[in-house]
């Protein structure tokens, strides 16, 4: 059973980065068609995909985010890591990383609980 965990600083300053990991137990991040995603959902918002990385080890990112946003990989510690920039009030949300798997048919099959973050 694939589980997920996000960690990081709960609290984040104005025009900080904004960096969390994920860490992945019970499967590894490189198998194909798996890409390791980054969602995030604001207060009283839908949920806002923010990027993910496949298992190439490329990333693909949201274009309204892209310009502040790094994700990234540590294969040996089994665990990928986002970065945002200049962080705003409106990047403020739930945090989440999840696996979307697939090959035309994709799916997001785990996800992590889910961790707050506040622009302080």
């Known amino acids: 059973q694939v589980q997920l965990q996000e960690s990081g600083p709960g609290l984040v300053k104005p025009s900080q980065t904004l960096s969390l990991t994920c860490t992945i137990s019970g499967g590894s991040i490189t198998p194909s068609r798996h890409y390791w995603s980054w969602i995030r959902q604001s207060p009283g918002k839908g949920l806002d995909w923010i990027g993910h990385?496949?298992?190439?080890?490329?990333?693909t990112y949201s274009p309204s985010l892209k310009s502040r946003t790094a994700i990234s990989r540590d294969t040996s510690k089994n665990q990928f890591t986002l970065q945002l920039s200049s962080v705003t009030p409106e990047d403020t949300a739930v945090y989440y990383c999840?696996?979307?798997?697939?090959?035309?048919?994709?799916?997001?099959?785990?996800w992590g609980q889910g961790t707050q973050v506040t622009r302080g």
């Open positions: 990385i496949g298992f190439s080890g490329s990333a």
């Open positions: 999840a696996r979307l798997f697939g090959d035309t048919d994709l799916t997001y099959d785990y």
